[in-house]
């Protein structure tokens, strides 16, 4: 009897984020391996969602989205990114953002093409790249300041490659790509006739009075960008899989039909909650920069005073640390060994590199409540005193 198992899954397996968060729960400690962001989400965004239950608005909404969504995200757009979107044409909201790629890739690309991720990469831009049929290839970039060259980026490019994806504020390594870097993707987009995907989910999340710049406002790159976030991570709100893609007409419209072909659509009430979530004020979005940029300050503290290197995050909620000096055989030997002493969960770099590099690295998300995070520093600090 056959298997029955498509040749696509063949060596795909369960995350190590899913693995340790599994063996935290097992020894009751404190998970600052999964990016859950346990964050309270915010009074006016649960209020919308339980009226718009209670108002009865349970059914499908639009394939691209309810139309009070699609207007808020692009005035929101419009504000915060500086770009002009027309809400009705070139925006699709989706199940989150990882339904987003999902749906970009299947929509754009086709099976044997190349994809272009910079290492450390997200892993689920990997697996799902290779689930879609497509060829991922890689620039590595070497910590701790994640940058690279032009003629690094133009070495990568092969004859098949059709796609370049940018992570930024990125996850693991916290990396912004800043407006010179964006010129070199444009440039060389441009110059290979590439499409590029951006992933921009932790948006609002930037330290040290840092700008987040969105790639489609490059000059040369707003024809060729399918520009991708989540509400997941602003509003706190993970499990309501809610993201947003932004593109040019003809792309967005083939973005849709593969999204509806797959999901349908998103929640229609949760849409409606979001929705009144960019009527907060001002203060909330700034809220989220000063807070977690003091949980950045307290993780790394404590990582440096238990021995673990950290390689400060210039945004998102993540920190990598250098454990190479601990004499673990491995990441994950180094992960276990820290949940067994400690009672907190880190993750294995591995899960965000090929091969070498990661085995040197742990990753920690700091999107705790504060209680959480602080015990999770003490205990971390006296790792290896």
Known sequence: MSSFRSRRTE???????RYMSRECNKVGGINLGQGICDMPTPSIVQEAAIDAIRAGKSIYSYAEG???LREAIAAKVRRYNNLEVDPQRELVVTVGASGAFTATINALLDVGDGILLFEPYYGYHLHASTMAGLEPQFV???PPQFAFSEEQLENAIQANTRAIVVCTPGNPSGKMFDQQELEIVARVAKRHDLLVITDEVYEYIVFDDREHISPATIEGLRERTVSITSLSKTFAITGWRLGYVIAPEEMARAIMLVSDLLYVCAPTPL???VAA???APQSYFDDLKTDYQRARDLLCEALHLGG????????AYYVLADIA???YATARDAAMGLLEETGVAAVSGR?????EPGEHLLRFCFAKEPEALEEACRRISRFRQ
């Open 308 to 315: 673990m290197e950290p390689i400060v995050p210039q945004g």
């Open 325 to 327: 000096h601990l004499g």
């Open 11 to 17: 060596g795909l397996v369960q995350s190590d984020i």
């Open 351 to 355: 899960c965000f590199y090929r091969a």
């Open 271 to 273: 849409q409606h909650g």
């Open 66 to 68: 309810a139309v009070e």
């Open 277 to 279: 979530g960019f009527s």
């Open 140 to 142: 590595c970039l070497e």
